[in-house]
Nanobody, 118 residues
Framework: VQLVESGGGLVQAGGSLRLSCAASGSISNINTMGWYRQAPGKQREFVASRTSGGNTDYADSVKGRFTISRDNAKNTVSLQMNSLKPEDTAVYYC?????????????WGQGTQVTVSS
């Protein structure tokens, strides 16, 4: 299974970026697709997630600014980031969770850098 992220980059404060992640390989029964981020010297933190049923969850720090979307048929998830702030600077990781019965999985992408300049 491979998670391929795209869309990171450098943007000025107040700007927007869109991250995308595509899951490929032998994967099924995906439950949750989401995004985490890790800033230099900090622990990885939750950003947003969306279940296969459409339930979404956001970190308080991004509510109202970020929007997560998902295409269940294509196994893709995107994160639209608006009104970006310098504190949003981090490496953003795509995450996929799922499974069936006693078997569960938790896959991570390689990360994509987002830098917001002030």
């Amino acid at each position: 299974v491979q998670l391929v992220e795209s869309g990171g980059g450098l943007v000025q404060a107040g700007g927007s970026l869109r991250l995308s992640c595509a899951a490929s390989g032998s994967i099924s029964n995906i439950n949750t697709m989401g995004w985490y981020r890790q800033a230099p010297g900090k622990q990885r933190e939750f950003v947003a997630s969306r279940t296969s049923g459409g339930n979404t969850d956001y970190a308080d720090s991004v509510k109202g600014r970020f929007t997560i979307s998902r295409d269940n048929a294509k196994n893709t998830v995107s994160l639209q980031m608006n009104s970006l702030k310098p504190e949003d600077t981090a490496v953003y990781y795509c995450n996929v969770k799922g499974g069936w019965g006693l078997f569960t999985y938790d896959y991570w992408g390689q990360g994509t850098q987002v830098t917001v300049s002030s």
